[in-house]
C-alpha cells in the first residue's frame, strides 16, 4: 500500500511539471545529420573568448622576444619602461629566474635523451627569434606593448644554426653547449617482424630497392583565435583561476602546478570558448606561466593576448623532418620491407610532447600494407628555431606522405600502375584484424570498398585516358593524378601503450552523467573541445541511450571545478575515448534507473524491459514508466529499494584497450601548366572511413577542414627560416594560408566498416583529410611532371618550384642530396641504405 501511495504522489508531481516530460523520445540519434548545437552562439557572437574576459583591477603584460636566434645576454635594463605611462611593473628573466620554474616536456622518448631547462623568460642565452628576454605589465595593452620598446638589452651574438644535418656535424655551434651535443635523443626501433636487411639480401637478385628523400617542411599553426590567457588571483586563499586558450586545461592545471609549486588544488583552470587549436594549444606556454607568476607577485589578475606575429614566432611549429625513406619489393611487386630514417627538428626546446612527435609515426609508415620486415630510426636535433610539437596528426600524416610516396616511385620503377601496387599488397578486408609489422593491431578495415567506391566517383579510367591523350599530344598543361589510400591511429591511447612508450600520463578519459529530477540531463565530459561539435555529439550519444530528447542534454566542458579529471581533446580521441566514457556513463545509469524502475513498478527486475525512454513490465504493456519519472522519483526518494542512494548520477573512466584505425582512399587530378608552373586541382575525390557515424554534419565539416589543411601543405604553406635563423615567413603576408577561392569543391563519400574495439564502433575522423591529403596531391603533382623525368617535387609545390623544376638547373625538384629526382634508384640487396647515400643520419 505504501508503494501505491508513494507511487500517486510521484504521478501528482510529474503531472506538475508538464514541460519537463512531455516531451517525446526522438529516437534514433546515432547517424542523425543534426545541426551543432554550439552554432548559434558562434553566428551570433555570443561566445565568450579568452580575451573578451575583463576583471576589475587587470593589467595586461607583454613580452619583449629576441631579434637574435641565438645569443648570449649581457644585460637587460628594464628601469626606463618602469616610467613609461600606465607601467605597474617590469621583469628581466633573472628577476623571475627564483619562480618561473622550467617549462616541461612529458615524453621522455630515450632513457638518455638531452632535456634542457626550459625558462619561460630566458635569463642567460636566447635560443631562436621570439624567445622571451622580459615583460611588461601595465594597465592597458598598448601601455604594455610601448613600453618594452623602452627596454634596452644588450646581446652578445652567438652563431644560428638551422639546419638539422649542419647541426649534427663535428664543430657545429652548439644550441645548450653544456649539453655538449645538439642530439636530442637517438630512437631505434626494430619493428615485429623480420630484420630489413636480412630479408631484402634472401631475396637475392629478384629484390628491387628504391630510396627517397623526402622533406615535411616546417609549418605555422594558424588558428582562428590567438592564444590568450587571463590569471585571476585569489590573494586571501592563495587560489587562482587560469582562464586559458587551451585545448588541454587539465593538463594544463597539472603542469602549472608542477611548474610553480602553486597546489594543484589551489589552480582552477578554464578554457572558455576556444577558437581553434590543431595541435598548436596542446602545450603549456610561456605565457601561461608568466602570466600565473606575475599575477602571484602582483595580487592582481593579468591578461595576455598574442598578436598573429607572436603565433608565428612562439607557437609551436609542426612538421620539420628530413625522411630518408628505403622500400625493397620483389620484382612482381610484393613489398618485402621498409626502412625509414628521419632526423626530426625539435627547434631549440623540448614542449610538452615535441620527442613524441616523430614517434608516433613511427608505428604507421607501414600503413595499409603487409610487408614481412620494417626498421625505424629517428634523430631529434636541437636548432636554433621555434619549437616543434603535435600539429594536426602529429607524426601520421608525415609518415602517410612517406609511404604513400614512395609507394608511387617503387610503381613507377616497376612500371606498375600504383593503384594496382597497392592493391596487390594491401590488407584484404576478411584478414582483419591484421598484426602489422610495426607491432600494432588493427582491427578492422575494408580498403577494398573504400577504393571502389572513390575510384567510381573519381571516373578514374576516363582521366586516365585523358592523360594518355595529353601527353601523346605534348599538351602544355598536363594532367596527372595522385592517388592516396592511407590509415591511421586515433584514439589517444591505451594508457599501457602510452606507458610503454615513456609518455608521461595515461590516455584515459572521464564523464559523468546526471540526471536531473526534471528529467533534463548534464554531461560532464573530460574531453574539452575547440570547435569539434562535442555538445552536439555528446548530446546524441546520451539522447539515444537514455531515450531523452536531444535538447534535454547539456554538457559542460573545459573547467576543472566542474569537469575536474580529465585528459582533453588531441589526436582524434575525443569520440572514440571521451564519447565511449559518456556512452558507458550511460549504461550505468540505465542500470541503477532499471532497479528502481522494477521497484515502483512492483516487478522483478528481470521482467522489465527498456525501450525507447521507458520501462515497462513484459506482458503488461500499461505498466510503464519513462525515464524522466524515474528519475523524478528518484530525487523524491519516497519509494526506493532499501540501501539506495536517490541519485541517478553515474561516472565512468574509460582506457581503451586498442587504437581504432579510420582508413579511405583519397583521388586527386590536377592539371599543371608547364609553361608557367601553375598547379590547379580539378577534381579531388576522397572516400573515408570513420566506422559508426554519430553525426554526419560533423563527420563533413571536419572531413572539408582537414582537407584544405592537407592541400595547404602541399601547395601552399611553409616556414621558411634564412642562415641567421629569423624567419622570414613571419606574417600572413608571406605565409600562405589559402583561402576558400584557392581550394576545389571537394567530392565526399563514405564507407562503414565498424570498429570492433568500443562499443559504438567508432573510429574518429578529426585529422583523416589532411593525412590523406598532402600524399595524394603531391602524386598527382609528381604523376603530371614524370614524363619530363621528374620523380620528385619538394613541398610546397610553388609555382616557382614547378617552374624551376622544368626549366631550372634541377635543384628545386627535390631535396638537396637526395637520389629521387633524375629517376629511380634501382639497388642490388647490397646497395647501401638511403641515409648512407644521402648523408642522412647515421
Known amino acids: 500500500m505504501t508503494d501505491q501511495l508513494d507511487a500517486g504522489l510521484v504521478a501528482g508531481e510529474i503531472a506538475e511539471h508538464p514541460d519537463a516530460l512531455s516531451s517525446p523520445y526522438a529516437g534514433g540519434e546515432l547517424g542523425r545529420g543534426r545541426r551543432r548545437k554550439e552554432d548559434a552562439k558562434l553566428l551570433t557572437g555570443q561566445t565568450n573568448w579568452t ?47 627564483d619562480v618561473q620554474g622550467s617549462l616541461p616536456c612529458a615524453w621522455p622518448v630515450t632513457p638518455d635523451m638531452v632535456h634542457p631547462d626550459h625558462p619561460p623568460l630566458a635569463v642567460d642565452e636566447v635560443r631562436y627569434v621570439g624567445d622571451g628576454v622580459a615583460v611588461v605589465v601595465a594597465r592597458d595593452r598598448y601601455a604594455a606593448a610601448d613600453a618594452l620598446e623602452a627596454i634596452a638589452v644588450e646581446y652578445d651574438q652567438l652563431p644560428a644554426v638551422v639546419d638539422m644535418e649542419a647541426a649534427l656535424a663535428d664543430g657545429a655551434p652548439l644550441v645548450h653547449s653544456d649539453k655538449g651535443t645538439n642530439r636530442c635523443f637517438l630512437f631505434d626501433f626494430p619493428g615485429a617482424g623480420a630484420d630489413y636487411d636480412e630479408t631484402v639480401a634472401a631475396a637475392g637478385e629478384d629484390a628491387v630497392v628504391v630510396r627517397r628523400r623526402f622533406i615535411q617542411q616546417r609549418l605555422l599553426p594558424t588558428a582562428m583565435e590567438p592564444r590568450a590567457v587571463v590569471v585571476a588571483p585569489i590573494s586571501a586563499a592563495d587560489e587562482y583561476t587560469v582562464y586559458s586558450a587551451t585545448q588541454v586545461p587539465h593538463i594544463l592545471r597539472v603542469m602549472l602546478a608542477l611548474v610553480t609549486n602553486i597546489p594543484e588544488q589551489k589552480i582552477r583552470v578554464i578554457a572558455p570558448d576556444v577558437g581553434g587549436g590543431f595541435g598548436s594549444k596542446l602545450n603549456v606556454y610561456a605565457e601561461e606561466v608568466l602570466c600565473l607568476v606575475v599575477a602571484k607577485k602582483l595580487g592582481r589578475p593579468v591578461k595576455w593576448t598574442e598578436s598573429r606575429s607572436e603565433n608565428y614566432q612562439a607557437t609551436i611549429h609542426g612538421r620539420d623532418q628530413i625522411q630518408d625513406i628505403e622500400i625493397a619489393a620483389r620484382k612482381d611487386g610484393t613489398l618485402l620491407g621498409l626502412k625509414v630514417q628521419l632526423l626530426a627538428d625539435m627547434g631549440a626546446y623540448l614542449q610538452l610532447v615535441t620527442p613524441g ?165 548534464e554531461v560532464v565530459s573530460g574531453a574539452t573541445p575547440h570547435g569539434q561539435g562535442h555538445h552536439t555529439a555528446w548530446s546524441q550519444i546520451v539522447a539515444d541511450a537514455l531515450g531523452v530528447p536531444f535538447e534535454d542534454v547539456e554538457v559542460l566542458t573545459g573547467d576543472t571545478d566542474s569537469s575536474a579529471k580529465g585528459m582533453d581533446t588531441y589526436g582524434s580521441r575525443s569520440l572514440v575515448v571521451g564519447g565511449i566514457a559518456i556512452h558507458k556513463a550511460t549504461g550505468k545509469v540505465l542500470e541503477k534507473a532499471k532497479r528502481i524502475a522494477a521497484h515502483l513498478l512492483e516487478a522483478s527486475e528481470q521482467d522489465v524491459e527498456f525501450d525507447k525512454g521507458a520501462f515497462s513490465v513484459k506482458g503488461s504493456p500499461e505498466a510503464t514508466l519513462t525515464i524522466q519519472e524515474v528519475a523524478l522519483a528518484t530525487f523524491a526518494a519516497h519509494n526506493l529499494p532499501d540501501g539506495m542512494e536517490p541519485t541517478l548520477d553515474s561516472d565512468c573512466v574509460y582506457d581503451p584497450e586498442n587504437f581504432s584505425y579510420p582508413h579511405g582512399t583519397h583521388l586527386c587530378a590536377v592539371e599543371v601548366d608547364t609553361e608557367t608552373g601553375f598547379t590547379r586541382i580539378r577534381k579531388y575525390v576522397s572516400v573515408d572511413d570513420v566506422g559508426k557515424i554519430v553525426n554526419p554534419v560533423i563527420v563533413e565539416g571536419q572531413v572539408h577542414g582537414g582537407l584544405a589543411q592537407g592541400i595547404a601543405q602541399a601547395l601552399y604553406e611553409e616556414a621558411v627560416y634564412d642562415a641567421e635563423g629569423n624567419l622570414t615567413t613571419g606574417s600572413l603576408v608571406d605565409y600562405l594560408v589559402p583561402a576558400a577561392p584557392d581550394l576545389p569543391h571537394f567530392d565526399t563519400g563514405r564507407t562503414e566498416t565498424p570498429a570492433t574495439s568500443n562499443p559504438l564502433g567508432v573510429k574518429g575522423v578529426g585529422e583523416a583529410g589532411t593525412i590523406a591529403s598532402t ?44 637520389v629521387a629526382y633524375g629517376g629511380a634508384s634501382t639497388a642490388s640487396t647490397s646497395g647501401s641504405s638511403a641515409a648512407d647515400t644521402a648523408g642522412g643520419p647515421q
Not at 573578451?52 to 628601469?79: C, E, F, Y
Not at 636535433?381 to 614512395?406: H, L, N, Q, W
Request: net charge negative.
Open 775 to 818: 600524399p595524394a596531391v603531391i602524386n598527382a603533382v609528381v604523376d603530371a611532371l614524370r614524363p619530363f623525368g621528374i620523380s620528385d617535387i619538394r613541398m610546397p609545390a610553388t609555382p616557382e618550384r614547378v617552374w624551376r623544376a622544368l626549366h631550372g638547373d634541377g635543384t628545386e625538384r627535390a631535396a638537396a642530396g637526395t
Open 357 to 521: 612527435i616523430p614517434i608516433l609515426g613511427a608505428f604507421m609508415f607501414p600503413a595499409i600494407y603487409k610487408m614481412p620486415s620494417y626498421r625505424f630510426i629517428c634523430t631529434g636535433v636541437f636548432t636554433t628555431k621555434t619549437p616543434t610539437d603535435a600539429y594536426r596528426g602529429a607524426g601520421r600524416p608525415e609518415a602517410t606522405f612517406a609511404i604513400e610516396r614512395i609507394m608511387d616511385e617503387l610503381a613507377a620503377e616497376l612500371g606498375r600502375d600504383p593503384m594496382e601496387l597497392r592493391k596487390q599488397n594491401w590488407i584484404k578486408h576478411e584478414e582483419f584484424p591484421y598484426d602489422m609489422v610495426a607491432g600494432l593491431t588493427y582491427d578492422s578495415g575494408n580498403y577494398e570498398a573504400a577504393t571502389e567506391k572513390a575510384m567510381g566517383m573519381f571516373e578514374y579510367d576516363d582521366l586516365r585516358a585523358e592523360q594518355q591523350r595529353l601527353r601523346a599530344e605534348g599538351a602544355p598543361v598536363q594532367l596527372g593524378i595522385g592517388i592516396s589510400t592511407f590509415t591511421e591511429m586515433c584514439g589517444l591511447a591505451p594508457s599501457r601503450v602510452l606507458g610503454s612508450l615513456s609518455y608521461g600520463a595515461g590516455g584515459w578519459e572521464s564523464a559523468t552523467i546526471r540526471m536531473l529530477p526534471t528529467g533534463k540531463v
Open 51 to 97: 580575451d573578451n574576459i575583463t576583471l576589475p583591477g587587470l593589467l595586461h603584460l607583454a613580452v619583449l622576444r629576441s631579434p637574435m636566434a641565438h645569443a648570449k645576454i649581457v644585460s637587460v635594463d628594464v628601469s626606463a619602461a618602469l616610467e613609461m605611462p600606465g607601467v605597474i611593473a617590469a621583469y628581466s628573466g633573472a628577476d623571475l629566474a
